[in-house]
């Protein structure tokens, strides 16, 4: 045969069957199934095309080939990271892990490190455990120092490129997924560690921390003169020790104006005089800080981060401020001329424009060599020139657009908007004597260090040896590949198989594993090649089929033998009977205009016969279909499948493109022929042969067929019974008339008050069920299409001990709305009409008192007290205890509704639709509040407030009440409301969450209420709130604030902020 040119993917399809236009199923022949299945496209040669052809089986090109045969590079072989990659360079220090959130710690114990007296001394710390260690296992230390002295040994001689902190950070119990202030870290710790080290033997250990950093100051206070008082005029020092200097940076340009505000006189005069010991009375005066002494290390804080009053929150002042390389402090020092000259040792960084997000970094210069290093977690870089850049620490992300450009700064000085801590260390002679600046690691850690850098070479031979492991893998895939490439093309004239092309590109991704063949997804109905699924196939040669099921297994073996005939018959069948269609369609039409001969029609259901040519359609690609899927099922399929489809006058409404199977709309519930005539009609037999060929497992009523006995019988039933109940409900209706019309109803408020009945007093009333009533009013109104009720349940109104749940009070105050009250003589007609399970009655019993008559209530059956506790408690415990429940929120302004909404926002689950009235959709395993489980297992309805109210008439609600009184079960919202669904565990904090996504208020601007009450304790529930379903929430919200960055935050800060309450640092 003549082979086709190559083609694309769909004019291959269309080449694959063009034949069937001159070829009927029953001419098919081998030749035609090959074409079918494309056996004789050519295959395409390498560099044809880009992509694998999917519409050839012939196609070996771009399967993944080309990984394979050119050169091949050994580390595609596998993905492991060069264990060397690890390794700590030459001359280089070593970083830390960011445990998560951990960065702040990662800076400060940087700083600390490269403080060289710091860490000698911390070296010297007595470390019993340490030096007594066995070797063969793990050390682990306990204490604060033990944690220092072991991670600054490993800094300083690890051979790892960074190292874990996380015993440290465990020790001190910080969270690891939450950012903390670094600036109170850094003083929390400094104290710690001080506190630790004061306990050491050696005196050269117990005051490192104030040789290192503490400074002596003095707040002095000098009251103006006084006539009347011998101490006014003189000055009043209170000495005090620093070990940082907080420095304001508000409204100033660099460290010196800071420096000078810092020690600036500040007058107390008006509400802020100081009081005065001597002459008992508040003077007017002056205060002032005065520096005496100065620290080996100068730490200087500046005050980035802010308490806002207006939000309520932290922010960050991103303001560029100036400082020096190097700064006399002289000048500062009170009484002193001396110069005390500090060089910059450190500057740390905070990225970012939140308080309550971003990242810190550290810039270090190293003491022995004076270059300066940047120190980003596991990353180290070292500045050239031995000179401070801060480079992309100012490029931050703004979310504020800022005017403020970076100033220029002279020589010697650097400008920052992101440093928040300053570190000098004082210049002096013998810091630059080698002596001072090599530290030796003590031999008992150094033994400790050793033993790590053991692992770490023993780790990296491993991966070492697993990443050559992969590669001679590689290799041998590699020759394998090559070897079998070359015997996958079939020739012509050759035997062969199909195997799955996703199963060809696994097997030369080396990345996945090579798993069985499985052809099992490529069988028809037949158990063979579906013809459709040979694009998804290639067609390779028997030898390397062979060596392939031989390696890897699977199957089925799917070869020549395995091409179906069927389903290329089949597919012929439906292609040239689509192409017929549109003549049938045409002839049948004009056919049925003509009237039947008798006794030869057949009858067609009307809506079938009026959308046969798209059912016909839908029939062939359905057909075209069915062999893909062995259990599938298609239209026509006959009584057998439509016979469980019920039948009934709905059916009439149906539409017409929803019908699947043609002539199912003549078909009855039983499966036999409809009995509604005006459905159907009969068309000549003509007509009927041509619609079989197109469905031809349609069910075929002739015109002799008689209808569904079943059906008639169905039919003469339902007569008589809709006879019987309308006489039934008009009898009932004659004899409670008043009960139906709702006239003369008895109501427990008129009572004691006389109510008469026929002129008769009565001091009985009997009650049911609302549901019962309710249930025979439908009855009543259409007797023929409602199910007569026959039974009254009073079971549901009474606990599982059989006694009443609700009191004469009770109900009065609204806790049974859903029972209905009768007169005596309607519960006579009802008794002799309907089947009572248990009578219920409220009897008045009147007294005569000597203060005149009283009158008590009783009920029968008598009040369970026991279960009306428990009905009570349970009913308070639910409003406390509760999931997906509805409150709305309405936003108020100076105490007066809002009445326009807010604009709409994207809310994501959390608000309801605002204009749904219903009460809220049960969720999925959550209780039926309609009923309760009661010990027999069996199901009860619940006693609640969805279930039983008052009498038929309401009873009116009483103002104030307590916890008797129930809500209405519908909420009328207002305009400027909105609902939102919540749970009784979500905390106040994530509802006004939810409202700023309803509202656009941020949190810190939202003051709630509820009935008056405020609710101010973010992190408590609303159960415990008292924030109960269907509660009306008012928002009062405050004006809007300027920094829009601060909304930002509410996003960063789930919960409110702790601090370090709870960890180490606190002594916890």
Known sequence: MARHAMAPRVQLEKAAWRWVDSVRPED?????????????????????CRRNCKGNPNCLVGIGEHAWLGEINENSFHNIDDPNSERRDKNTFVGLTNLGATCYVNTFLQVWFH?????????????ARAEEHNMDSDYEPRSICEHLQYLFALLQNSNRRYIDPSGLVKALGLDTGQQQDAQEFSKLFLSLLEDTLSKQKNPNLQNVIQLQFCGQM?????????????QCGRASPLPSRYYELELNIQGHKNLTECVTEFLKEEKLDGDNRYFCESCQSKQNATRRIKLHSLPHVLNL?????????????????????????????????????EKCVYELSAVLIHRGVSAYSGHYIAHVRDARTSDWYKFNDEEIEKMEGKKLQLGIEEDIAETVKSQTRKPKCSKGYHCSRNAYMLVYKC????????????????GFLQRLVDRDNRKFEEWCLEMADMRKQSVDKGKAKHEEVKELYELLPAEDGQQYEFVPLEWLKKWLDDSTVTKEIDNGNFLCSHGKLHPDKVGEAKRISVKAAELLFDRYGGGPRLDGSTLCEECVGQRCRVLRLKNQLAEDYKEVTNLVKGPPKSDEGYWVGKTSLRSWRQLALEQLDEDEEETKHIDGKTNGEGPEITATKEYGTENQDEDEEEMKTFNEDILCRHGGLSILESERRLVTEEVWSKLRVYFPRAPQFTQLQEPCQQ????????????????????EQKSSLLNLFQEKNRPTL?????????SAQETDILYIVPLFFVDEWRKF???????????????SLLLCPHGGFMFTHDSMLMGDAQHIALLWPGEWEVISRHFLVDQPISICQISQATPNGSSVEYTTQPELCRDCREGFIFQQQRDMREYAQATVYVRKVIDDKRLMEAAPEVNVSGSEAEDEREEPVTKVDGERDPDFSQIEDGAKRQRLSDSTIGAAASPAPMASGGKSGIRRSTRHRKLRGEKALIVSANQTLKELKIQIMHAFSVAPFDQNLSIDGRCLTDDSATLGSLGVIPESVICLKADEPIADYAALDDVYQVCMPEEGFKGTGLLGH
């Not at 081998?30 to 074409?35: Q, V, Y």
């Not at 802010?306 to 700064?327: A, V, Y």
């Not at 408020?749 to 009945?757: A, E, G």
């Open 301 to 337: 804080q500046l005050m980035r981060f802010i308490f806002d009053r207006q939000t309520g929150h932290k922010k960050k002042l991103n303001t560029f401020i100036s400082f020096p390389e190097q700064l006399d402090m002289g000048p500062f020092l009170e009484g002193k001329d």
């Open 711 to 730: 059906c008639l019988r169905l039919e003469r039933e339902g007569k008589e019974n809709e006879a019987l109940n309308r006489m039934m409900a008009s």
């Open 749 to 757: 408020t008129k009572w004691p008050q006389v109510i008469t009945v």
């Open 427 to 442: 210049h002096r002679e013998e810091d630059t004597d080698p002596m001072e600046t090599n530290v030796d690691v003590p």
């Open 28 to 48: 098919i022949h081998r030749e035609h199934i090959e074409i079918a299945y494309r056996i004789c496209v050519p295959p395409c040669k390498r560099g044809a």
């Open 115 to 127: 403080n060289l007296e710091l860490r000698r001394t911390l070296y010297l710390c007595q470390n």
């Open 218 to 230: 003095s707040y002095v206070t000098v009251l103006w003169v006084y006539d009347r008082c011998n």
């Open 780 to 794: 009543i109104r259409r007797p023929t299409k409602t199910t007569p009720v026959s039974s009254v349940g009073n």
